[in-house]
């Protein structure tokens, strides 16, 4: 799993879903086949919108790749010593990216399409739906719970979660060229 220097053959479209979701809040990326994880981990934060305040990590089967720590009594994989063709290539190739153990966010990768390197530069995001939940909002099911405290000005929370928040939040949105000019901006 674990190959050194590898030489990019072509960019892959993949789908991130967050897990859980309804309506779905998912990315359409293209990137390199030969990043390495902890790049893509970098890429995923931004496309998604969270602010690489907690821990990660990819389950690929029943395998882990992350950071390895020697507190943690788990085999876990170097994700700088990975790339993303050494553990997905065909498409409907799938894995889970985890982020925030406490509110235990689950993105479902999906290879998608395999493309010729001239298609488009890499990173980018081409399509997607929905805003990122906030951080430390609880998970998922913290998420419903916030959304209906901010929509309901007669809710005992509505005006805590608003000033938590910074004063608003708009579940719909999805700005991709705001996204793409962060992705342009990380240094992989």
Known sequence: MTKQNKKSKSLYQIKVT????????WRRLI????????ELHSVLQVAMGWFNYHLHQYRV??????????????DVTDERKVYLQDII????????????????????????????????????????????????????????DFLDAIQDPKHEEHESMLEWVGGEFD????DMN????????LKL
């Open 178 to 185: 705001f996204i793409n000019k962060k992705l342009n901006d």
């Open 89 to 144: 290539s065909n498409p409907k190739d799938n894995f889970v990216y985890e982020y925030d153990f406490g509110d235990g966010w689950e993105h479902k990768i999906v290879l998608e399409k395999i493309l010729s390197l001239d298609f488009s530069e890499s990173p980018v995001v081409i399509k997607g739906k929905k805003a990122c939940p906030p951080e430390d909002c609880g998970g998922i099911w913290g998420y419903s």
């Open 31 to 38: 990137v390199k086949d030969n990043i390495r994880l902890d």
């Open 61 to 74: 089967g029943s395998s882990y790749i992350g950071i390895p720590d020697p507190d943690f009594d788990i």
């Open 18 to 25: 967050l897990v859980g979701s309804k309506p779905p809040i």
């Open 171 to 174: 579940p719909d949105e999805f």
